[in-house]
């Protein structure tokens, strides 16, 4: 079975940087999608950025794109999401997520099998 380890988040002000990974195990196959999703408090799920680790395409959401960068290292397994230039709104619990066995970038939770457990990043303003 697949799991996934986020790393811990943090308080960071606003306009600073944190990067988050995501250390996976467990595959079946060399071919996996990894996501990353957060939830603010009283708000619903969004998800963040996406990445394939079949050709390395990735997406990103509006509301991070250019501020955010997703990679990864298949050699550890492991998704990283380097976040610059943070707000406030940026404040969330954020998730990583895991399907296995597909060559293409998913970017709805629903296609998502494997959750890890949430971290909790604060942006101050």
């Known amino acids: 079975e697949v799991q996934l380890q986020a790393s811990r988040g943090g308080l960071v002000q606003a306009g600073g940087s944190l990067r988050l990974s995501c250390a996976a195990s467990?595959?079946?196959?060399?071919?996996?999608?990894i996501g990353w999703f957060r939830q603010a408090p009283g708000k619903e799920r969004e998800g963040v950025s996406y990445?394939?680790?079949?050709?390395?395409?990735?997406y990103y959401a509006d509301s991070v794109k250019g501020r955010f960068t997703i990679s990864i290292d298949n050699a550890r397994n492991t998704v990283y999401l380097q976040m610059d230039s943070l707000k406030p709104e940026d404040t969330a619990v954020y998730y990583c997520a895991a399907h296995d066995d597909t060559i293409v970038v998913l970017r709805n939770a629903a296609f998502y099998d494997y959750w890890g457990q949430g971290t909790l990043v604060t942006v101050s303003s």
């Open positions: 990445i394939s680790s079949s050709d390395g395409s990735t």
């Open positions: 467990g595959f079946t196959s060399d071919d996996y999608a």
